[in-house]
């Protein structure tokens, strides 16, 4: 009898699923095969100058978001609430004190792997990047767009993805295996060997952080925080470059 009460019990330990599945593999083939990979942009635009970039980060942004409010309609649909997928909020200043200090010390580790990554296996993408910013114009423009990044990403990947696969596999570190995985493909496929591991190692320890934290705020802090970074980064190195020459 006792046996037969347990087997009838709930497994407290997976989830509940939190969006339909079709939805999420809908999600996910937007994620890997963006419309630039299926639509005729390429035809629309076959040579893109500089004077261009504003317009594509804005491109970009409403893309961002588009991916945004879709996964959010598959949360509608299956009646979860969008606060469950934050998770801890800050109620007081300690809290938002503390998860910056978290926030933090993930930019450092992930900067300093990145580095490293960097200096011992080469570069991230296969062809450089000629379209860093160098003006101040293009760092306004894109820096909405690395910002937006750190939000959108986090609350896609290591919120709705990392919990649907949870609720599926029953097992956590299966699902931030996977998110981390599609995290990584969904960069582009221009990236290195290095800029794949980058980006998996980038997205496991995410995962993993916003399942310790039971919150993804340091998460999108730490993101938005380093992708900001990179840009502002590049814009002086640019700049003091230049002038130096």
């Not at 095969?33 to 970039?53: A, E, G, T």
């Not at 993804?216 to 990179?230: R, V």
Request: hydrophobic fraction near 50%; charge should be positive.
């Amino acid at each position: 009898m006792i046996e037969i009460f347990a087997q009838n019990q709930p497994d407290v330990s997976r989830p509940e699923r939190i969006a339909p599945i079709w939805h999420t593999v809908l999600l996910v083939l937007l994620l890997l095969f963006p419309p630039y990979m299926w639509l005729p942009l390429k035809s629309w635009f076959p040579v893109i100058q500089r004077s261009d970039l504003p317009f594509f980060h804005f491109l970009t942004l409403l893309y961002q978001w588009i991916l945004f409010v879709f996964m959010w309609l598959g949360l509608l649909a299956k009646g979860t609430k969008f606060r469950s997928l934050i998770g801890k909020l800050w109620k007081i200043p300690k809290d938002a004190l503390r998860d910056s200090g978290w926030a933090l010390l993930f930019f450092v580790v992930n900067m300093s792997l990145a580095l490293a990554l960097s200096f011992l296996y080469g570069r991230f993408y296969q062809t450089p990047d000629r379209f860093l910013p160098q003006t101040l114009l293009e760092l306004l423009t894109i820096l909405p767009v690395m910002i937006s990044a750190g939000i959108c990403e986090e609350v896609i990947c290591r919120g709705y993805l990392q919990k649907q696969i949870h609720s599926l596999s029953g097992n956590i570190w299966y699902a931030i295996l996977v998110q981390a995985t599609i995290f990584s493909l969904a960069h582009g496929y221009d990236q290195t060997v290095t800029g794949y591991a980058d980006k998996f190692i980038y997205g496991f320890l995410a995962g993993a952080l916003a399942h310790w934290r039971k919150s993804l705020l340091p998460g999108i802090l730490s993101h938005s925080f380093q992708d900001a970074f990179a840009v502002i980064a590049a814009t002086v190195i640019f700049q003091l470059s230049r002038s130096a020459s």
